[in-house]
């Protein structure tokens, strides 16, 4: 009976969910979007339901900022496997090095969530209508990534430059 009610409820809804709201997508809002959260409205609008999110924070990116929005995020992925890249590739000596795996581990587990939630805004629905606000975790994380790389480029170009200086000191 509970295993039912999970399916249907949350696998089944979900997929209904996002196929109507790729529905709403079509033609001018696929460039546009549908407006800085007005998701909730247009939706409820056409299909009468109150459900107050998407449950998909790409999908809702779509449906804020249309394909423009959702290009700029796949250009910050693509720098954020770059930067991912490199620091791997650093050495595991450095203390710093262990922060980014962890929070290249947290990047990674909160995109594969934003699959099936959204973790990038909350929508309060109230007799008045809806308040929506942007959560600012996701540019925490962002803040906290450039960081440890920037200090982790710090590191390396002080390395660069000492063993240079070390090499002109033995060819004199």
């Known amino acids: 009976m509970a295993e039912n009610y999970f399916f249907r409820s949350l696998i089944i809804g979900r997929t209904e969910l996002w196929q109507n709201t790729f529905t709403l997508l079509q033609g001018k809002a696929v460039v546009t979007g549908l407006g800085l959260g007005a998701w909730l409205k247009v939706y409820s609008n056409h299909y009468g339901s109150t459900v107050p999110i998407v449950h998909d924070s790409y999908l809702q990116l779509c449906c804020d900022a249309g394909i423009l929005g959702f290009i700029a995020m796949v250009l910050a992925t693509i720098i ?3 930067l991912s890249m490199n620091l791997l590739k650093s050495s595991r000596l450095n203390s710093v090095n262990w922060v980014a795996i962890g929070l290249i581990g947290s990047i990674i587990s909160g995109a594969v969530f934003a699959i099936f939630d959204v973790t990038t805004t909350i929508t309060y629905v109230t007799d ?12 925490i994380w962002v803040a906290l990534f450039a960081t440890v790389h920037m200090r982790q480029e710090g590191k390396v170009r002080n390395n660069t430059r000492s063993n ?3 090499i002109e000191f033995n060819q004199r």
């Open 80 to 82: 954020f496997i770059r």
């Open 128 to 139: 008045a209508g809806y308040v929506y606000l942007a959560l600012p975790l996701l540019w």
């Open 164 to 166: 240079s200086q070390v």
